[in-house]
Nanobody
Framework: QAQLVESGGGAVQAGSSLRLSCAVSGRSFSTYAMGWFRQSPGKEREFVATIWWNSGRTYCADSVKGRFIVSRDDAKNTVSLQMNSLKPEDTAVYYC??????????????????WGQGTQVTVSS
């Protein structure tokens, strides 16, 4: 059973940067992709970014494109989300997720099989 643990959340002011990390342990399967999602109070969980594990190809939601960067460290089994130029609307609980099956895309919750517990990011104006 895989375990995903996020870290790096916090409270910052608009325009600041934060770096989230997700450590994967207990993994005995191949990971096809790692994703980041977020959920604000009263809203559904939404896709933020994904990285294909083997190729390193990335894809970000339009709302964060140009501000957020997703990357991976194979040796450390971690995936990171560098968040720049943060806005109050980025406030949410951020979750990382692992996909262990091949799929055409990795932009929806149902594309992922394991989830972390989430880390809070709060951006004040």
């Amino acid at each position: 059973q895989a375990q995903l643990v996020e870290s790096g959340g916090g409270a910052v002011q608009a325009g600041s940067s934060l770096r989230l990390s997700c450590a994967v342990s207990g993994r005995s399967f191949s990971t096809y992709a790692m994703g980041w999602f977020r959920q604000s109070p009263g809203k559904e969980r939404e896709f933020v970014a994904t990285i294909w594990w083997n190729s390193g190809r990335t894809y970000c939601a339009d709302s964060v494109k140009g501000r957020f960067i997703v990357s991976r460290d194979d040796a450390k089994n971690t995936v990171s989300l560098q968040m720049n130029s943060l806005k109050p609307e980025d406030t949410a609980v951020y979750y990382c997720a692992a996909a262990v099956y091949f799929r055409v895309a990795y932009t929806q919750e149902r594309h992922y099989d394991y989830w972390g517990q989430g880390t809070q990011v709060t951006v004040s104006s």
